[in-house]
């Protein structure tokens, strides 16, 4: 145990220093066990050139809300950083655009010179004014894909400039409204409760992230009124009706949960093989070959390791043997065909295995457990079996 503690205090310093490169990591408040999957995600994400998937595997399926806040912080700043650099927003005829509360329609465009109208009411009088808006200045707003008749509006976008702004230490003069990298997640919707009870410095950060909810439906919420930057959707199946089907650009997808990943790798290797998306980063319970996914690392997690991060408490493994001959033959059997038929024909077929799995489900208690007294009862096969109360 004294071993992986050294380890994971390196991992976690490490961690740290890496991505304090990229942005203010201390200012997101992450815990340890955050701290390393933020770095994990941005590993993943940042692979540009070789289009690495990876899976970060979890022994415990509760432990994936614990990704939530470190996979829609990790991507909002990464593609953020990518959509500032590289801003690809034009302003144009017929859009709705913001600033300091304020909505204008640009009505006419001429050369770098725009022309835009917009209401005034003042002690309920509504009075119509026009003016044009320079090249430069233009940029200074933000499309927004708000209604045009709530020109008055409470949400500044405020928190939208100075969230990025302080995380990556840059003074942000003109904030992209227009988002040519984007990225999706596929969760369950309890991942906009916990963003919107997160707080940094005392202060509620939830709109400050450009994100869109599409449910099954195909009904869409946008979280502020601004071209999506995320999408977060329950199902692969949306995924694919309504965003890639409509052509939308899409280099990264992040599974979070088994459920959203382990009956859908094959329509997900099909979109990654035909380009439609760039890397996917799955999270959860269950593990996949690398048969199932091009190009899949892993990084998994154990008990004594989430145990070093205190979200579980781990016990010295015992071991029991009971005998059951036949059972035992059967097993050899299975494992001598199962090599037999990859040594002749040059396949893989860990697949297969799972099936052993199910069979053998790790059961475990403590010695003092009354559960030990019913394993040896209905269990009589050799198996190894972990104490944990």
């Known amino acids: 145990m004294d071993d992986i503690n050294k380890y994971l205090e390196v991992l976690v310093g490490f961690s740290g220093k890496k991505l304090k490169s990229y942005f203010d990591i201390d200012k997101l408040g992450f815990g340890n066990f955050e701290l390393v999957n933020c770095y994990l995600i941005h590993q993943t994400i940042k692979d540009k050139k070789h289009k690495k998937n990876s899976l970060i595997y979890i022994p415990n399926g509760e432990t994936k809300s614990q990704f939530y806040i470190p996979v829609i912080f990790t991507l909002a700043i990464y593609n953020f950083t990518d959509n500032y650099i590289d801003d690809t927003t034009e302003f144009n005829k017929g859009d709705i655009i913001q600033k300091d509360g304020i909505r204008k329609k640009i009505v006419s465009k001429n050369g ?13 009088i509504i009075t119509k004014s026009s003016g044009e808006i320079s090249h430069n200045a233009i940029k200074t707003y933000i499309i927004t894909n708000a209604d045009l008749k709530n020109q008055q509006v409470k949400l ?31 969760t369950d919707k309890s991942i906009e409760e916990e963003l919107k009870s997160y707080e940094i ?3 509620k950060i939830y709109k400050a992230l450009p994100f869109r909810y599409i449910a099954k439906s195909g009904i869409q919420m946008d979280n502020i009124p601004i071209d999506p930057m995320i999408y977060i959707v329950n199902d692969y199946e949306t995924v694919r009706e309504h965003i890639l089907a409509k052509g939308i650009s899409i280099r990264n997808i992040t599974f979070i949960g088994q459920n959203k990943y382990k009956e859908h790798y094959l329509e997900i290797s099909e979109d990654l093989n035909n380009n439609k998306i760039e890397n996917c980063l799955f999270v959860g319970s269950t593990d996949l070959s690398e048969n199932a996914i091009p190009k899949l690392l892993k990084w998994k997690w154990t008990l004594p390791e989430l145990d070093y991060f205190n979200y579980f408490e781990t016990y010295p493994i015992s071991k029991i043997l009971v005998e059951d001959l036949p059972f035992t033959n059967s097993l050899i059997e299975f494992d001598t065909m199962v090599n037999k038929v990859e040594n002749g024909y040059g396949i893989n077929l860990k697949e297969l295995y799972k099936f052993v799995r199910n069979v053998l489900t790790i059961i475990i208690p403590s010695p003092k457990s009354r559960l030990k007294d019913q394993i040896l009862i209905s269990r009589k096969a050799p198996l190894f079996i972990q104490g944990l109360p």
Not at 112 to 124: L, P, S, V
């Open 112 to 124: 770098k010179t725009y022309t835009a109208e917009w209401e005034n009411k003042r002690k309920g």
């Open 201 to 203: 410095d005392g202060e």
């Open 156 to 186: 500044k976008f405020d928190l939208y400039k100075t969230f990025f702004s302080s995380i990556l230490k840059e003074e942000i003069k003109y904030l992209p409204s227009k988002f040519k990298y984007k990225s999706v997640i596929v």
